[in-house]
């Protein structure tokens, strides 16, 4: 079955540590996306990604990173930096080109940081 | 900054009738639109899209409709159905191509319920 995987569900980390949020995805997509999601409002895209070792920041970049050595994978770390790191985290891939809107997500990592 | 608004933070129809969620935008670049749908626990499902050249798009039940002059757009469902409570989220793209491809903005989501 072809889909997107994101592990793990839960996640749980104490302040000032960095986190890696997994992303892999099977569908032969070029593109690869992060997203977060809190309570009250829309997706908000930090990171995304067109191609394998090329990544360009969304709109809320500050204090995370990502990397893009395989096709595949795209994970997310979420650092010390970033001010409030609890979410619901949402990654997803897409075609190139014009076909890259209809985006398919994963099932959601949600982080909470105490 | 808003620039995709669901003023709606939630609906509530009776099965059999029409369910019309609604999403307005602020930026005249956007010129493609999405609805996602999304069910708790998962991930957001595409549901339908519709570019500025049209005004309207039909999937089976689903039709969005496009107003550029008012900066306003809808999914309209109908016959509604008890399996389509779920959020719905709204998303917009320039769709100026380049590394622009498939950066969407969305809107903070209409929770739909259908009751049978």
């Known amino acids: 079955d072809g889909g997107i995987t994101q592990s793990p569900k839960y996640l749980f980390r104490k302040e000032g540590q960095n986190v890696t949020l997994s992303c892999e995805q099977n569908?032969?997509?070029?593109?690869m996306y992060w997203y977060r999601q809190d309570p009250g409002q829309g997706l908000r895209l930090i990171y995304y990604?067109?191609?394998?070792?090329?990544?360009q920041k969304g709109d809320i970049a500050e204090g995370y990173s990502v990397s893009r050595e395989k096709k595949e994978s795209f994970p997310l770390t979420v650092t010390s930096a970033q001010k409030n790191p609890t979410a619901f985290y949402l990654c997803?891939?897409?075609?190139?080109?014009?076909?890259?809107?209809?985006?398919?997500f994963g099932p959601g990592t949600r982080l909470t940081v105490t | 900054d808003q620039q995709v608004k669901q003023n709606s933070p939630s609906l509530s129809v009776q099965e059999g009738r029409i369910s019309i969620l609604n999403c307005d935008y602020t930026?005249?670049?956007?010129?493609?639109f999405l609805w996602y749908k999304k069910y708790p626990a998962e991930g957001p499902t595409f549901l339908i899209s519709?570019?500025?050249?049209?005004d309207k798009n039909e999937d089976g039940r689903f039709t969005v409709f496009l107003n550029k002059s008012a900066k306003h757009l809808s999914l309209h469902i109908v016959p509604s159905q008890p399996g389509d409570s779920a959020v719905y989220f709204c998303?917009?793209?320039?769709?100026?191509?380049?590394?622009?491809?498939?950066?969407?903005?969305f809107g903070q989501g209409t929770i739909l319920t259908v009751h049978p």
């Open positions: 997803a891939s897409s075609i190139q080109g014009r076909g890259s809107y209809e985006q398919y």
């Open positions: 569908l032969n997509h070029d593109a």
């Open positions: 990604s067109q191609i394998v070792n090329d990544f």
């Open positions: 930026n005249s670049m956007f010129d493609y």
């Open positions: 519709i570019s500025s050249i049209k």
């Open positions: 998303a917009a793209s320039p769709n100026a191509g380049g590394t622009s491809y498939g950066k969407l903005t």
